[in-house]
């Protein structure tokens, strides 16, 4: 899967929730100041490309619609931070959160009894 700038990333976070949009709809969730049409509408078109939405023509109107789901994204942006930084290891990283105060104990047992939950329904 190809990964996504941090502008077509935040875009697609918006394509996600709306589900079925416009350019104009994207551009109302956006803060201000808002963008030019034109600079979002290219975006779409590049995600487009990407392959990450795809569109239904209302004479001159685009109705966009995502083709990856928001989970899909995730799992293949965490399998790649977890390569990229922890050298594919997930016990590396999970011991990187906790050093860093980023993941606490209560946390960290709620994930151990999610693991312990999961495998005990295979």
């Known amino acids: 899967m190809q990964k996504l700038t941090k502008v077509e990333e935040e875009i697609m976070y918006h394509i996600w929730a709306l589900e079925r949009c416009t350019v104009s709809d994207i551009i109302k969730e956006l803060g201000s100041p808002k963008p030019p049409h034109s600079t979002i ?3 779409v ?3 487009e490309k990407k392959k990450f939405v795809a569109h239904k023509a209302y004479g001159r109107t685009h109705e966009y619609f995502p083709i990856i789901a928001k989970k899909e994204y995730s799992k293949s942006s965490l399998q ?3 390569k990229n930084y ?7 990283m999970v011991s990187f959160l906790v050093e860093e105060k980023d993941l606490n104990l209560k946390e960290l047992g709620a994930l151990i009894e999610q693991l312990e939950k999961e495998e005990g329904d295979d």
Not at 86 to 92: A, I, P, R, T
């Open 86 to 92: 922890f050298d594919g290891s997930v016990n590396k």
């Open 80 to 82: 790649n931070l977890v």
């Open 41 to 43: 509408s290219s975006i």
């Open 45 to 47: 078109r590049i995600l």
